[in-house]
């Protein structure tokens, strides 16, 4: 397996555009992650799925932004109507389902896609 | 509010010498503290964590210790070395069973030659 894996690495899109985020988290991992990264910033949570069931999601998630996990497998992350405040590193992780943190190479990220709304 | 901060934006420091990275937290009920190496365009890499019921652990060159009463931990990394410039950054997880992580704004480390 070769990590958490995020498509596509940068994206610059026009205010008012939508667009989506591709997540393949590790095979067997249940738990997934989206955080989101501006600048100067650390990565602050948006929300997490438990298989296919998205189980929270953060006030930073406005009704602009919807992200799905089909079968529990690849996730997406979709921003409707982009605005210049939305440009930021999204970041994508999994974990395994049960996950002490002991062993912190259990939560995995990936290397993000970065957004520049124009 | 901020639940977790790293007051220091930057830190540098001579090849050799001793790092020394902090972190504050606020919230009681976090329960594994962990600490990311960061370079630009990628993500975060773990490199050592600690659980809130220890005061100490080590994995080779760095060590966090925490002191809960105070609501405070730091990153030692000894000896310091040029690749280890990067951005640190400490989180927390959350009790519960989300994992969600919860972290500082980081540190830029930069280690001189």
């Known amino acids: 397996d070769t990590g958490v894996s995020q498509n596509p690495r940068h994206k610059i899109t026009k205010r008012g555009q939508n667009v989506t985020f591709r997540c393949d988290p590790i095979?067997?991992?249940?738990?997934l992650y989206w955080y989101r990264q501006t600048l100067g910033q650390g990565p602050e949570f948006l929300t997490y799925?438990?298989?296919?069931?998205?189980?929270?999601k953060s006030r930073l998630l406005s009704d602009r932004f919807s992200a799905e996990r089909p079968k529990g497998s690849f996730s997406t992350l979709e921003i409707q109507r982009t605005e210049q405040g939305d440009s930021a590193m999204y970041l994508c992780?999994?974990?395994?389902?049960?996950?002490?943190?002991?062993?912190?190479?259990?939560?995995?990220f990936g290397s993000g896609t970065r957004l520049t709304v124009v | 509010d901020q639940q977790v901060k790293q007051n220091s934006p930057s830190l540098s420091v001579q090849e050799g010498r001793i790092s020394i990275l902090n972190c504050d937290y606020t919230?009681?009920?976090?329960?594994?503290f962990l600490w990311y190496k960061k370079y630009p365009a990628e993500g975060p890499t773990f490199l050592i964590s600690?659980?809130?019921?220890?005061d100490k652990n080590e994995d080779g060159r760095f060590t966090v210790f925490l002191n809960k009463s105070a609501k405070h931990l730091s990153l030692h990394i000894v000896p310091s070395q040029p690749g280890d410039s990067a951005v640190y950054f400490c989180?927390?997880?959350?009790?519960?069973?989300?994992?969600?992580?919860?972290f500082g704004k980081g540190t830029l480390l930069t280690v001189n030659p």
């Open positions: 919230n009681s009920m976090f329960d594994y």
């Open positions: 799925f438990q298989n296919e069931a998205q189980l929270e």
């Open positions: 989180a927390a997880r959350s009790g519960g069973s989300n994992y969600k992580l919860t």
């Open positions: 992780a999994s974990s395994p389902l049960f996950w002490t943190g002991k062993v912190g190479h259990g939560y995995t």
């Open positions: 600690i659980s809130s019921i220890k």
């Open positions: 095979s067997e991992h249940n738990r």
